[in-house]
Nanobody, 125 residues
Framework: QVQLVESGGGLVQAGGSLRLSCAAS????????MGWFRQAPGKEREFVAT????????YYADSVKGRFTISRDNAKNTVHLQMNNLKPEDTAVYYC??????????????????WGQGTQVTVSS
């Protein structure tokens, strides 16, 4: 069973940047599509970005396209989310998630089977 642990969240002013990391233990991430999701208070969990097992394909929510970049380092068993030009509406708990082996990109939370505990990102105006 894989364990996913997110880090890098915090409080930042609008226009600032943060880099989230997701570290895995118990299983290599190299054969799995990974994703980032977020959930704001009172709202449903929403898709942010996803990356293929090789890192060659990525897909973003329209709300973050051009500001966020998902990447992975399979040698270090980590996935990252670089967030630039942050806005107050980006405030949420951010979750790292993993699909079953061999499956492709997806934006649906239901398609991801392993989740981290989340890291809080707060953007002040």
């Amino acid at each position: 069973q894989v364990q996913l642990v997110e880090s890098g969240g915090g409080l930042v002013q609008a226009g600032g940047s943060l880099r989230l990391s997701c570290a895995a233990s118990g299983r290599t991430l190299s054969m799995y599509t990974m994703g980032w999701f977020r959930q704001a208070p009172g709202k449903e969990r929403e898709f942010v970005a996803t990356i293929s097992w090789s890192g060659s394909s990525t897909y973003y929510a329209d709300s973050v396209k051009g500001r966020f970049t998902i990447s992975r380092d399979n040698a270090k068993n980590t996935v990252h989310l670089q967030m630039n030009n942050l806005k107050p509406e980006d405030t949420a708990v951010y979750y790292c998630a993993q699909r079953e082996i061999g499956l492709g990109l997806s934006r649906s939370p239901e398609d991801f089977v392993s989740w981290g505990q989340g890291t809080q990102v707060t953007v002040s105006s």
